[in-house]
């Protein structure tokens, strides 16, 4: 079986224009799952820019992948639409997630992913959310061309061992954190990403200090306005994973505050760590988080800030949910993903 994978990101490249890696949940998914496949013995071809690129530099890449010759490949496999303008039989794109908004930002994103689910054999999701997404966006689409495969988590490196907790003990005493109550969310900084309603929800968190990891549009604005809401707040820019997992074990809370998610990874990572989680109703939060936390309706900035006052008041049930976080985060991994991801590959090929 000849696999070609066509991703945006494959590792970390760097930002075009920048020398730091950039990483997005979908590169990791790449990256993880291409590692994952190989130990179960199969060989996949990545077509992937050497320089993380976005907007005009996807659609340069996505008619790139057009051009070339890929009928020597049994599968190909489309991440997010990369190789939409792939003509190919046996054709799966993996959606990640969409939005149904109609707002002129969202028009061509939108319309791009359609055509790749439309011209796809099969569709991979992380989520229900995604497939219930996808299905009310068409609703001519037959329900088993969609496959729920959820994401995993690298235990080797995120973790809340005894090295990790010891450095992470250190970072807080660095920082002047050992009496603090510390809360973290990692993501990009984008309008959808929606990290202001953290700032907003601790504006009356005595005590309490964010650290604040990602890079994006909305960086100066929230640093800003964490500024005039007086919240001390630790940012970090680009963090390789084995700081990002003592950055975890150095927290008390994970915060998630995206309106639109697909899988949500930061989450599982801090879950691995031993975070409880405040987020909001996205993605299959319900499934993931479980009783490792509190699930919010999107919006609710005073539900955040009250599930984080009772979190912060009440150190017996954080480290009750400490422990269901790791428990749970153990049903995700990334080889039983690949091995799924096998399935509806043979699948696909059965098909003919």
């Not at 968190?205 to 306005?225: D, H, M, P, Q, Y």
């Amino acid at each position: 079986m000849k696999i070609a994978f066509v991703s945006y990101a494959y590792g970390s490249p760097p930002m075009l224009g920048e020398k730091k890696p950039w990483m997005y949940g979908s590169g990791r998914y790449t990256n993880e799952l291409i590692k994952a496949l190989s130990e179960f013995g199969l060989g996949v071809s990545v077509f992937s820019p050497k320089i993380y690129i976005r907007n005009t530099g996807s659609l340069a890449f996505m008619l790139e992948n057009g051009l070339k010759n890929f009928k020597n490949y049994d599968i190909i496999h489309s991440n997010e639409a990369s190789g939409v303008f792939i003509k190919h039989r046996n054709k799966i794109e993996t959606i990640h997630h969409m939005s149904l908004r109609s707002d002129p930002k969202n028009r061509f994103t939108s319309s791009i992913l359609m055509r790749g689910i439309r011209n796809a054999k099969h569709i991979v999701v992380p989520s229900y959310a995604t497939k219930r997404t996808i299905m009310c966006a068409d609703k001519k689409l037959p329900e088993d061309k969609i496959s729920v495969i959820y994401h995993g988590v690298s235990e080797h490196v995120f973790n809340n061992s005894e090295t990790n907790r010891k450095l992470a003990e250190q970072f807080r005493v660095r920082y002047g954190l050992t009496d603090h109550f510390v809360v973290i969310t990692v993501g990009r900084l984008e309008k959808h990403k929606n990290q202001i309603d953290i700032i907003k929800a601790m504006a009356n968190l005595k005590n309490s200090v964010l650290i604040l990891v990602g890079r994006g549009k909305e960086k100066n604005s929230l640093i800003n306005f964490a500024k005039k809401k007086k919240i001390q707040m630790l940012y970090f820019d680009y963090v390789p994973d084995n700081e990002l997992t003592i950055l975890y074990n150095s927290s008390d809370v994970y915060v998630h505050s995206s309106i639109l998610e697909g899988f949500g990874l930061t989450v599982l990572e801090s879950m691995t760590c031993g975070l409880p989680v405040v987020a909001y109703k996205t993605a299959d939060f319900n499934y993931l988080v479980g009783d490792a936390g509190y699930l919010i309706d999107a919006g609710d900035i005073d539900g955040i800030s009250s599930a984080l006052c009772f979190l912060r008041d009440n150190q017996e049930i954080r480290s009750k949910m400490s422990r269901i976080a790791v428990f749970r985060s153990k049903s995700f991994s990334w080889s039983e993903a690949a091995r799924k991801h096998m399935q509806v590959y043979r699948k696909v090929l059965d098909k003919g």
